[in-house]
T-cell receptor
């Protein structure tokens, strides 16, 4: 079964420093990977996706993610964190069941706290 | 487009009462998903529809939960009877064909409290 793991419940970083939120995946077939962000009292918002092609994917709000097949990872990164980036971040993978489905499997989420 | 619209935003009800949550997906999206989010269990997929037809309801926790999509612009999630353990935030999301490729659009959620 497809799955993603977010090993850190919380990541703390100072404003202006680079940030990384980790995600590893386990899939059969080619992985379709996603990052979403959830601000307080809001629904999840799409940040970026990896389907195929360049291993470095650029998304919204200056975020990017690096797909690493050998390490089965898809870490979310940003060169310089902002206090406004503080939110809950979810990694997700497209499910397969005999073939590709449109069902996304979400990780448990990582709370990013950016200190001023 | 106004995005995915959910109502109500907040619902407080007494145990044993029927609760109905509503969702209007983005026009043109043919997939609709219902998720539940709690601190203990995270984000759980309850059910999803394609072209108004339920495709996978394996996440529906019990017979007390039911979901319908009578047309392309409306879906309901009903809990009858409700229990305190149903307290959670319920999200609706929609996507277009190949939504696994282009991602979902989520509504703002309904925060349900059962007392």
């Amino acid at each position: 079964a497809q799955s993603v793991a977010q090993p850190e419940d919380q990541v703390n970083v100072a404003e202006g420093n680079p940030l990384t939120v980790k995600c590893t995946y386990s899939v059969s077939g080619n992985p379709y990977l996603f990052w979403y962000v959830q601000y307080p009292n809001r629904g999840l918002q799409f940040l970026l996706k990896y389907i195929t092609g360049d291993n470095l994917v650029k998304g919204s709000y200056g975020f990017e993610a690096e797909f690493n097949k050998s390490q089965t990872s898809f870490h979310l990164k940003k060169p310089s964190a902002l206090v406004s980036d503080s939110a809950l971040y979810f990694c997700a993978v497209r499910d397969y069941y005999g073939g590709a489905t449109n069902k996304l499997i979400f990780g448990t989420g990582t709370l990013l706290a950016v200190q001023p | 487009d106004a995005g995915v619209i959910q109502s109500p935003r907040h619902e407080v009800t007494e145990m044993g009462q029927e609760v109905t949550l509503r969702c209007k997906p983005i026009s043109g999206h043919d997939y609709l998903f219902w998720y539940r989010q709690t601190m203990m269990r995270g984000l759980e997929l309850l059910i999803y529809f394609n072209n108004n037809v339920p495709i996978d309801d394996s996440g529906m926790p019990e017979d007390r939960f039911s979901a319908k999509m009578p047309n392309a612009s409306f879906s309901t999630l009903k809990i009858q009877p409700s229990e305190p353990r149903d307290s959670a935030v319920y999200f609706c999301a929609s996507s277009s064909q190949g939504g696994g490729t282009y991602g979902y659009t989520f509504g703002s959620g309904t925060r349900l409290t059962v007392v």
